[in-house]
């Protein structure tokens, strides 16, 4: 056993390490879903797959990369595997994540024996799938592109051009997608380079023992933090706007969750039969949503391990909406984006003081997509959107943050958007009166409006515009996501997940959903009721109607006296 000074130097090294690939990924990457969104998730494992460090953009994408890790071990079998071999994998039963957030891994020797796994995973722009940029309404695996079941891109340093050909011949974006996936391998590869020299400072028995103790602690950093909470089993229900095909019909998910001193339990058997379309989960997509919900009520505050999910059970069906088989369609997986909330919803049955009131619950992606009037070449830029988290019993929501899904994850900057794309941004702040009334108010969304300057795609990624999020402790809901196309015209029409084509001089909006809010409104302190009001957060209108609160218009303070009779009044 290693002395515990040893330990940490060596965990601090493998966490700088980690951040190291990711800078070198966000170097040498192509597009900005990776460099400025930050549309990865960026790992070390130990030589049995289990995470030790991470670089999170998309925080279950590290869930998804173990999972992936050892499936490809069991694939390809631990023998087969080389220094200098770099392995791709999109087959989304294996991977956890749908075809186009491809994982890259690479198995890290020293001394003779396997010590490590390098893994990056990015979303890739084209890997022909059946619709550019996005695909919405597939019902078969074979319309969402190509797929790599744990393929050798490099064998032994030797670079397999083949797979690189058939890539190349096969997508609508080559250079983009080719770049992005040799700036994985970059990423691999530093993550081999940096281990190895860990490996020959403290030797490679040492290295590996240290991996196991980082993991050991996290699971009792875990298990420490399940003895605090409130035991009991609970559940929940929410519902998906559509499975992409039938329109007019939600989706349920039901989870069961159960906290003992020794585990947590997520059942998600009851939840309905698989859909039609595309939003079926494969397994590790399911494990990999729920690890990150586990990981915020137990160990917020501590880099991520292997070792914290030990204590977590999650419970499927094969078959079923939350573990898909062959050829079950996966695509959009937007049903992980509901989950955590789902998990909440449940917890906050028993434990309200510890968890927040439902966010906006989305990413709110609009891609955009098109042909460079000026080059002739195709663009593609996504643009995900900050939502309102939901309050909770210490304070408000935040206002204008990414979906806890993608807690590492940035937007795309207005000067990056209009320097790529033929876009003008034609306004962009936060959504007034989104956030749900309460005693703590949930975080308000954003308002964004595209300006097409040259024919173009929109593909709208948007979910939760059927239900409002959930509020808490006598709180409010939280307004939905919703967006317009072509607004202020006579055309204008408000629309959830939709492929769209527009003009140059057409527009579409970006309205993103607030979190719910937490205890009654009419308990919210008046004055931060004014404030707010002089924020810009919520109107005079709703100051009024909803918190029982009269505000000056000009000099932003509480009129007492008109404020006591509307709260008496209600």
């Known amino acids: 056993m290693n002395d515990s000074i040893t330990v940490e130097v060596i965990r601090h090294g493998l966490l700088a390490s980690a951040h190291e690939m990711a800078r070198n990924l966000c170097r040498t990457a192509y597009n900005t879903i990776v460099y400025e969104i930050h549309d990865y998730g960026v790992g070390l494992h130990d030589p049995e797959g289990n995470v030790v460090a991470d670089a999170p953009g998309i925080a279950s994408f590290t869930g998804a990369n173990d999972f992936g890790v050892k499936k490809t071990m069991e694939f390809l079998g631990r023998d087969s595997l080389h220094e200098g071999d770099v392995i791709l ?29 390098a893994s990056c995973r990015v979303h890739l722009l084209d890997l022909k ?10 019902t078969d695996m074979a319309q969402e592109g190509i797929f790599f079941p744990a393929v050798k891109i490099y064998s032994q340093g030797t670079v397999n051009q083949d797979i690189f050909n058939i890539i190349r011949f096969n997508s609508r974006m080559p250079e983009r997608t080719l770049g992005d996936l040799q700036a994985q391998v970059s990423a691999c590869q530093t993550g081999e380079r ?52 039938d329109k007019d019909e939600m989706v349920k998910l039901e989870v069961t969750v159960t906290v003992t001193d020794e585990k947590m339990v997520v059942d998600w058997s009851k939840t309905d039969q698989s859909a039609r379309g595309p939003i ?12 990150l919900t586990f990981k915020f009520l137990t160990t917020p505050n501590s880099p991520v391990t292997a070792g914290n999910f030990r204590p977590l059970e999650v419970i499927t069906r094969p078959g079923s909406l939350m573990e898909a088989v062959p050829p079950m369609p996966t695509f959009t997986q937007w049903t992980g984006l509901l989950a955590p909330e789902v998990i909440t919803k449940a917890l906050a049955k028993g434990m309200s003081e510890l968890v927040p009131a439902c966010s906006g619950g989305d990413v709110c992606d609009i891609m955009t997509l098109g042909l460079d009037p000026g080059t002739g070449m195709p ?29 590492g994850c940035r937007n795309n900057p207005i000067e990056v958007l209009e320097t790529k794309a033929p876009l003008l941004i034609e306004s962009y702040g936060y959504r007034p009166d989104s956030g749900g009334p309460g005693k703590h108010r949930g975080g308000v969304g954003v308002e964004r409006t595209y300006h097409f300057l040259a024919p173009s795609a929109a593909i709208v990624i948007n979910y939760k515009t059927k239900t409002r999020p959930w509020a808490m402790e006598g709180g409010e809901p939280g307004v939905s996501n919703t967006v317009i196309l072509h607004p202020g015209t006579v055309r204008e029409e408000h629309v959830g997940a ?49 918190y029982g609160v009269v505000v000056d218009p000009l000099a932003f303070t509480v009129d007492d006296a008109a404020s006591r009779v509307l709260r008496k009044r209600s």
């Open 89 to 117: 994998l999109n087959y989304p039963y294996w991977s956890g994540a749908h075809t186009l957030d491809a994982l890259v891994l690479a198995p890290i020797f020293a001394e003779g024996q396997l010590i490590s796994f």
């Open 129 to 138: 799938q059946k619709d550019p940029g996005y695909v919405l309404d597939s």
């Open 194 to 245: 940096l281990v190895k020299g860990m490996a020959r400072k403290y030797g490679a028995e040492t290295l590996i023992d240290a991996m196991k103790e980082i993991n050991d602690h996290g699971e009792r950093l875990s298990l420490a933090a399940l003895a605090k909470l409130p035991k009991g089993t609970w559940s929940a229900v929410d519902f998906v706007d559509s499975d992409g095909i």
């Open 280 to 291: 079926n989960l494969p397994r590790g997509r399911t494990l990999a949503v729920t690890m």
């Open 379 to 407: 663009w593609l830029e996504a643009i995900n959107d900050a939502v309102g988290f939901g309050g909770n019993a210490d304070g408000d929501g935040e206002d204008g943050i990414m979906h806890v899904s993608e807690p």
């Open 498 to 546: 939709s492929y769209n084509h527009f003009e140059a001089g057409e527009k579409i909006t970006n309205l993103t959903g607030g979190g719910g809010g937490w205890g009654d409104p009419f308990d919210r302190d008046p004055s931060q009721v004014a404030a707010d009001v002089q924020s810009g957060l919520v109107s005079l209108e709703k100051a009024a109607s909803d």
